[in-house]
């Protein structure tokens, strides 16, 4: 179908792609000492393209405070008998799936805009969209409909911005911050979720549409600094070097780096992108079905598609769309005063994620966090079950608390691992050439299933109430197996390196202590690769 062209990044061909790699392997090596000294710009290029996580996670905390702010039920809800306002099930889950049904669509686009545009020119794009939906959501005034529309059109940008912006970062960052600098994209989503709980918590008592207007355009504000601001930083130089700026590429590696544009690190990075360059150079123009028949693809982009949906799937989500009716059900006075908590745990404990990226690595990590996970919600659904006095949860306090308590305790889980890491793993999983699509297939999944989780979590705990902690804790279980059997340690290497142990089919287990072999003997067969 096109989808790529010959003079983007391209997969290596399986007889000599991983000894050439390997060939230059030593001179990565000795190149480590450079990549450890990481200038300012480098750093901030990750924090600048981070607001657009910030937008997302600003979003998702902003939305779960509406639903108990009157004048919003006024304007878009459902009227009772008695002149007062709900929400039913489905409008309420209609208005806060459709930013992810949105995204859904704009993660699909968004590989093949970065491909054709450029990361940055995508990334400004992107925030555009958002700026547009935002006009929609503060015009709107009776007509529910309008409100959900421009979440819809919000989430086009926001889903675009949540494949380009770790594609982005892990193409720019100097490998000895990758992690770090990826997983700040979800630390500035806890930091969106956790201003979206502040501004709600400082606007739900007023009694105009300022209530739930103010929320919105304060958004607005995140989309335009991130549109402009992007702007002035530097193209991804695996993205200029492919398209022939080579000097341009060169330069920016040089500035990331810290060092002058002639320097071994420069030379060494520019010689690993035209040794892919190379061996992809004689492949045939590559099709979108090669995401599932290229060399050993199949197994990686089932495992992408499969870790973004876990992240979805821990149950993450669900507390922060719908933590704000959640424990109104324990007997909260202000329910507002607990998600404000829960925001705080999780900006806290996702700084300390930042640590764990750096050090602890992914498999361990996400692995201890599927298991936290799963104790935590196994805790969370049978307490609610059959300890909390759902008719007067006030005369069960101690039921009520453990929920808090439990809850919290999954955020730290989740913030320090799940959240982070899954950005990480994906931004480093694919070679280059089929990096935009892989991305956004893998994205595409996770917001398939926040959608799924945010429209039908209404219907589903009207049905079987506290049990739902069930579903999310056996999906946990499952994840753990799944990372122990699957998931390669990609912690300090090289993409080009990352490319090389999936190639060469490296025991996931075993892969934290794996070397290249010395010599140059590294070439494999076709036959011996899983297609």
């Not at 937008?55 to 902003?62: A, D, R, T």
């Not at 529309?149 to 892990?170: A, C, D, E, K, N």
């Not at 299933?449 to 999310?472: D, E, K, M």
């Amino acid at each position: 179908m096109g989808i790529f062209k010959k003079d983007e990044a391209q997969s290596p061909s399986i007889d000599d792609g991983v000894s050439t790699v390997e060939k230059t392997s030593s001179s990565r090596r000795s190149s480590d000492n450079e990549d450890a000294k990481v200038p300012f710009i480098a750093i901030f290029l990750g924090l600048v393209a981070s607001i657009g996580g910030f937008m997302f996670g600003y979003e998702s905390g902003q939305i779960s405070g509406y639903f108990n702010m009157t004048n919003f039920a006024e304007h878009f809800g459902e009227p009772r008998a008695d002149g007062t306002y709900y929400f039913s099930a489905i409008r309420q889950g209609t208005i806060i799936a459709n930013l992810c049904a949105g995204a859904l669509f704009g993660s699909l686009m968004g590989g093949k805009l970065a491909d054709v545009l450029g990361r940055r020119m995508t990334i400004s794009s992107s925030a555009l969209f958002c700026m547009v939906g935002k006009i929609l959501e503060i015009a709107s005034t009776t007509h529910w409909a309008q409100f959900a529309v421009g979440r819809f059109v919000v989430g086009l940008g926001i889903g675009s911005l949540s494949v380009v912006v770790p594609m982005y970062q892990s193409e720019c960052a100097p490998k000895s911050i990758r992690g770090v600098l990826i997983s700040s994209y979800q630390l500035f989503i806890t930091l969106g979720i956790w201003t979206g709980y502040m501004i709600d918590f400082g606007t739900y008592e007023m009694t105009s549409t300022a209530a739930w207007r103010i929320p919105t355009g304060v958004s607005f504000v995140w989309a335009l600094i991130l549109g402009f601001g992007i702007l002035f930083l530097p193209e991804s130089p695996r993205y200029a070097y492919r398209v022939g700026r080579e000097d341009e590429a060169r330069l920016t590696i040089a500035k990331l780096a810290g060092v002058m544009p002639t320097s071994k690190i420069v030379n060494d990075q520019i010689n690993d992108i035209q040794v892919k360059l190379d061996e992809e150079a004689s492949a045939e123009e590559a099709q979108w079905h090669e995401v599932f028949t290229g060399p050993r693809m199949m197994y990686r982009t089932i495992l992408g598609i499969v870790l973004q949906a876990g992240q979805q799937l821990t149950g993450a989500n669900f507390l922060f769309y719908y933590g704000t009716t959640v424990f109104s059900a324990t007997g909260l006075s202000n329910s507002y005063v607990t998600q404000i908590i829960l925001g705080t745990v999780n900006v806290v404990c996702t700084i300390a994620g930042l640590w764990v990226a750096a050090k602890c690595g992914r498999r361990k990590a996400l692995m201890t966090g599927a298991a936290w996970s799963f104790m935590c919600f196994m805790v969370y659904a049978l307490v609610g079950h059959f300890c909390l006095n759902n008719e007067d949860p006030q005369s069960t306090p101690i039921a009520g608390n453990v929920l808090i308590v439990f809850s919290c305790l999954f955020i730290v889980a989740f913030a320090t691992t799940w959240g982070p890491l899954v950005w990480a793993i994906v931004a480093e999983l694919y070679p280059a050439r089929y990096r935009g699509t892989c991305m956004a297939l893998a994205t595409a999944s996770n917001w398939l299933w926040n959608f799924l989780i945010s429209f039908f979590t209404t219907s589903i705990v009207s049905a079987i109430s506290w049990l739902y902690g069930l579903v999310f804790a056996g999906c946990c279980a499952g994840l753990f197996f799944i990372v122990y059997f699957f998931v390669i340690e990609s912690k300090d290497r090289s993409l080009e390196e990352i490319d090389t142990m999936y190639l060469l089919k490296v025991d996931p287990k075993k892969s934290a202590h794996w070397t290249p072999p010395a010599g140059t003997g590294m070439g494999i067969d076709n036959a011996e690769v899983d297609v």
